[in-house]
């Protein structure tokens, strides 16, 4: 009756009470034991969470399939163990809320969890078993909160991301990713990325890889069997290395729409969108019997390009022309000049007599010991590094010097 509920009731919370006040003194194996034996799991479950066993609660729900209990129990519990244990099979069972237990327990504290301990559960995910309603592939979103937001540097971390990337259908993703890691400087193994992007038959992104990787000419090759010109444009425009790298590049481009597309006039739209390639270099590459109107235009274009250049190389000739007339003419003026310097003269610089070794001679009557202009110039107007070289191209002349008057000697 109504007397016997309350009464029950009455003595359910003073069990409880008496668990609370005398958890310390009791033994926990006997006192699940006897709480189990009179089938009564509530209580069971209020010990354990008194008991601070937050493993039995959890694995209790676990087992009973109440993936919202328990992934609640681990949050509280914010037992770094406990996520390892149970996260594999909440992941299998319950994706979104695993991932958002996860990602928030690593942001209240970024040390909680290891995200590479928690690489089983993200191998085991399967994306089927996501809810009605969430498309998102949990295993990316986690690794991309690793990645973005607690800047993980984990290479196993990056590359499993990279992989699972390469898996999904967007090619900007992946794309994305790459770039934001530093692309081949970046701490994903691009080699890695290319084989996964070669068997999820995805041909983009292995161009930008393997231009990624240096191998500029493979990923123009693959960016023209696709038939994506504008990606082979990009590539060859970005290629690092030597000017003659670009030219062959942009020459198999045009090559390829001349003579695979048959488009003369595409082919000659390129040498404008770049200063690699003359109207010349393609030339060749154009059937027997084309039309002169299609390139015509880009001839005289050229043409004058060369008249152009020419002129400028006369130009440059002249003055050349002009300027050693000038130096002869001054060379021939040199000659006949001298200047007088007296047994007293003295040296600017040390006041010694200028006479007693090697001296320079200005026209303004100003006379300076070779070594004394050479510590002022070096102490007053080079730098350390000018210094340091000036004493190198000293000691190779001097070496120079020495190795000539031993040759000389041997002669003798």
Not at 305 to 313: K, T
């Amino acid at each position: 009756g109504p007397g016997g509920g309350d009464e029950y009731g009455h003595q359910l919370d003073e069990f409880k009470h008496f668990l609370q006040d005398n958890v310390p003194n009791l033994d926990p194996p006997t006192t699940y034991q006897l709480i189990l034996h009179h089938g009564r799991m509530d209580l069971m479950l209020y010990y354990a969470e008194l008991n601070g066993d937050h493993d039995r609660v959890v694995t209790h729900h676990v087992q009973r399939r109440q993936w919202d209990k328990a992934l609640e129990c681990l949050a509280k519990a914010a037992d770094a163990s406990l996520f390892y244990k149970h996260s594999p099979t909440l992941m299998q069972h319950a994706p979104v809320g695993t991932v958002n237990t996860w990602i928030e327990a690593t942001r209240g504290i970024h040390s909680l969890l290891d995200p590479r301990k928690l690489m089983p559960a993200l191998i085991r995910y399967d994306p089927a078993t996501n809810p009605t309603g969430h498309t998102t592939n949990q295993a990316v979103r986690f690794l991309s909160h690793c990645s973005r937001n607690l800047r993980t540097d984990d290479p196993v971390l990056l590359n499993y991301l990279a992989t699972l990337y390469c898996k999904q259908e967007d090619d900007e993703a992946i794309l994305a990713f790459l770039s934001e890691q530093g692309g081949a400087d970046g701490r994903v193994d691009l080699q890695l990325a290319m084989r996964v992007c070669k068997e999820a038959n995805k041909p983009q992104p292995c161009c930008r890889i393997l231009s990624w990787l240096g191998q500029y000419e493979q990923a123009v090759d693959l960016a023209l069997s696709i038939k994506d010109f504008e990606l082979a444009k990009l590539i060859a425009e970005e290629a690092q290395g030597s000017d003659e790298l670009r030219h062959r590049l942009w020459l198999s481009i045009a090559r390829y729409v001349i003579e695979e597309e048959k488009d003369v006039k595409k082919a000659i739209a390129f040498i404008g969108e770049t200063d690699i390639l003359k109207v010349e270099d393609i030339l060749p590459f154009f059937p027997d019997f084309a039309l002169i109107d299609d390139f015509k235009e880009a001839i005289c274009s050229s043409l004058e390009d060369y008249h152009r250049h020419i002129e400028d190389l006369k130009r440059g000739m002249e003055e050349a022309t002009r300027s050693a007339e000038l130096i002869r003419k001054d060379m021939n003026e040199l000659r006949g000049r001298f200047g007088i310097v007296r047994s007293q003269h003295e040296c600017e610089w040390c006041r010694t007599p200028v006479l007693s070794a090697g001296l320079y001679l200005f026209p303004c009557g100003h006379a300076f010991h070779i070594d004394c202009q050479e510590r002022h110039m070096m102490r007053e107007h080079l730098s350390d590094a000018e210094r340091r070289r000036v004493r190198q191209l000293k000691a190779s002349l001097a070496s120079g010097g020495d190795a000539a008057a031993n040759r000389g000697g041997a002669k003798r």
